[in-house]
């Protein structure tokens, strides 16, 4: 009988702790949210190359060293620094086989080049032949401050959350206290369709020599953040 009633206690004091564990406060839920767009400014655009026969006749051919060395002083020439010019494909160079098993063979080599504005990449087209560019095209591209921006977008999607409360809360006559609960929900980047340049078409707009290259507008990056807040009705 002893051992019942001693369960028994344990089981009410159970029951009574719980309950004083429920939160009575008043409150509300709400969500906000921000959003801007960016233009980026980092950048990388990959070039492949490819030998080529200056004199079909004679099979006088352009090596892919030349063309190399031609791309090198176009960038430099750009103002981009040469640590953002690198190899992007090595694997293709390796044509000492093929040249040996075929005379006719033409190298190829692709390169990744960083830069900032994309009419430097326009700048550094101009500065090479344009029958040695295979194809261009734009690989990955970001925002030098987009981490900034990302916390001052959450910043003001909890200041819309709680300007969301505030109004709501008062046309029922309260007024919002502190807030009890934060969490971030659908924070995404919502990145925009990006400028790609297929130069294979260069050979066209080479006939016209004396037309400069058109400026570009790139593609902004869009950046929604949403925040979900619970605040004690006062």
Same mark, same amino acid.
């Given at each position: 009988m002893?051992? /019942?009633?001693?369960?028994? /206690?344990?089981?009410?004091?159970?029951?009574?702790?719980? +309950?004083?564990t429920?939160?009575?406060?008043?409150? !509300?839920?709400?969500?906000g949210?921000?959003?801007?767009?960016?233009?980026?400014?980092?950048i990388?655009?990959? !070039?492949?190359?490819?030998?080529?026969?200056?004199?079909?006749a004679?099979k006088?051919? &352009?090596?892919i060293?030349?063309l190399?060395?031609q791309? @090198?002083?176009a960038?430099?020439?750009?103002?981009?620094? $040469?640590?953002?010019?690198?190899?992007?494909? !090595?694997?293709s160079?390796?044509?000492?086989?093929? $040249?040996k $098993?075929?005379?006719?063979?033409? *190298?190829?080599?692709?390169?990744?080049?960083? &830069?900032t504005d /994309?009419?430097k990449? =326009?700048?550094i087209? =101009?500065g090479?032949?344009?029958?040695?560019?295979?194809?261009?095209?734009?690989?990955?591209y970001?925002?030098? $401050?987009?981490e900034?921006?990302?916390?001052?977008?959450?910043?003001?999607?909890?200041?819309? +959350?709680?300007?969301? *409360?505030?109004?709501? *809360?008062?046309? &029922?006559?309260?007024?919002?206290?502190?807030?009890?609960?934060?969490?971030?929900i659908? =924070?995404?980047v @919502?990145?925009q369709p990006?400028y790609?340049?297929?130069?294979?078409?260069?050979?066209?707009?080479?006939?016209?020599?004396?037309a400069?290259?058109?400026?570009?507008?790139?593609?902004?990056?869009?950046l929604?953040?949403?925040?979900r *807040? &619970?605040?004690?009705?006062?």
């Amino acid at each position: 009988m002893k051992r /019942l009633f001693f369960i028994a /206690l344990i089981s009410g004091i159970t029951i009574t702790t719980s +309950a004083q564990t429920i939160d009575m406060r008043r409150k !509300i839920e709400v969500s906000g949210s921000a959003e801007t767009e960016v233009t980026p400014d980092i950048i990388y655009v990959g !070039i492949s190359l490819k030998e080529y026969y200056r004199d079909n006749a004679n099979k006088k051919k &352009v090596d892919i060293e030349d063309l190399e060395k031609q791309l @090198y002083s176009a960038v430099i020439n750009a103002g981009i620094p $040469k640590e953002n010019f690198t190899i992007n494909n !090595i694997s293709s160079y390796n044509y000492t086989w093929e $040249k040996k $098993k075929n005379p006719d063979f033409l *190298a190829r080599k692709q390169y990744r080049i960083k &830069v900032t504005d /994309l009419n430097k990449f =326009n700048q550094i087209l =101009n500065g090479v032949e344009p029958r040695a560019i295979e194809y261009t095209n734009i690989e990955s591209y970001d925002y030098s $401050k987009i981490e900034s921006l990302k916390r001052d977008l959450k910043i003001k999607a909890l200041q819309a +959350a709680k300007d969301k *409360a505030s109004f709501l *809360a008062e046309a &029922v006559n309260d007024k919002v206290g502190d807030a009890i609960e934060i969490q971030e929900i659908n =924070n995404e980047v @919502y990145p925009q369709p990006y400028y790609r340049a297929n130069v294979m078409m260069m050979d066209k707009a080479a006939a016209a020599e004396s037309a400069p290259m058109p400026e570009i507008d790139f593609k902004k990056i869009k950046l929604n953040y949403q925040m979900r *807040a &619970v605040f004690e009705l006062k």
